[in-house]
């Protein structure tokens, strides 16, 4: 599949911003089933300064120095990208006991080094006694590792509720895991929480998913939205990764930008910004097949 995505994000602020500095998470990764085909950023105002470098998890990043005074700040990410089929994982149950997966990370680190930043608490996702039970439901004594991940994936799925309004950035995991709702950020933090804090690791993956729209009914411009989901690590077979948002493993509805320790790590657009007052936020995301 090729697909054509615009991720447009708009800030408008109350009194005039003099400085604004930004960086930004939007261009897609290249990987063993991705190839980016290309990619534009357009910004407004005009940025006195732009750079570009790839980060230590090998994400691209774009800086930008915007010092014309503004009321409004605009951005604009176009590219296209080739999606090739994954894998089928039929065989979940061939993959090794998680038991012989947390061993092997903690006693044969230097065959996974890859794995290693990603087995760790971070401020978003803490590890709990709380968390390790909730996963143990799924992860039962010698269960296969990615087998028990597809379980605590469809858990996530049925217990948890789609829900905007329940949580924002801010909100911590034991509220989410209390509350039952969320969305796909809490969930992707939620199911990374539970297997680390059963010494397991995992990743966070920001990207985009196509939408399909009701039978009949023409795809909507802009009503796509950025998404979250969950990569993990497993001795034999590399990184898996499963959405529990969607109960599914990723698959060509999956566009892959960046993938970090939790969110703060690959937010699409962060910045400081000198002056602006209260601010008001607007995203758009358009996700087109293209073939």
């Not at 796909?184 to 995992?202: E, K, N, T, V, Y």
């Amino acid at each position: 599949m090729r697909y054509q995505v615009e991720h447009q994000t708009v800030y408008h602020y109350d009194t005039s911003v003099t400085q604004s500095q930004q960086l930004l998470h939007m261009m897609p990764r290249q990987t063993d089933f991705q190839h980016c085909v290309s990619y534009t950023l357009a910004c407004e105002p005009q940025p006195a300064e732009h750079s570009q470098r790839l980060d230590f998890f090998g994400n691209h990043n774009d800086y930008f120095t915007m010092l014309t005074p503004h009321q409004s700040l605009a951005v604009l990410s176009r590219f296209q990208v080739d999606i090739q089929p994954r894998p089928t994982m039929v065989a979940l149950t061939q993959s090794p006991a998680w038991e012989a997966a947390q061993a092997a990370l903690q006693l044969q680190a230097t065959k996974h080094l890859t794995a290693a930043p990603f087995i760790y608490a971070t401020a978003k996702v803490k590890c709990s006694e709380a968390l390790a039970s909730f996963a143990r439901h799924c992860f039962t004594p010698q269960r296969p590792l990615l087998e028990a991940a597809m379980a605590l994936t469809q858990h996530i799925y049925a217990e948890f509720e789609f829900d905007p309004q329940a949580t924002d950035i801010s909100t911590p995991l034991d509220e989410v895991l209390k509350g039952r709702r969320g969305v796909c950020q809490d969930f992707a933090h939620l199911m990374i929480g539970a297997l680390r804090s059963l010494g397991l690791a995992c990743r966070y993956v920001s990207g985009y998913i196509l939408t399909h729209p009701p039978a009949g009914q023409p795809r909507l411009v802009g009503a796509d939205a950025s998404h979250a989901w969950v990569s993990v690590y497993c001795p034999v077979y590399g990184w898996v990764d499963f959405d529990p948002t969607n109960n599914c493993l990723v698959q060509q509805d999956h566009i892959t930008v960046a993938w970090g320790r939790d969110f703060s790590d690959v937010s699409p657009m962060r910045g400081v910004v000198l002056g602006g007052g209260q601010q008001q936020l607007a995203v758009n995301v358009t996700v087109t097949p293209l073939e």
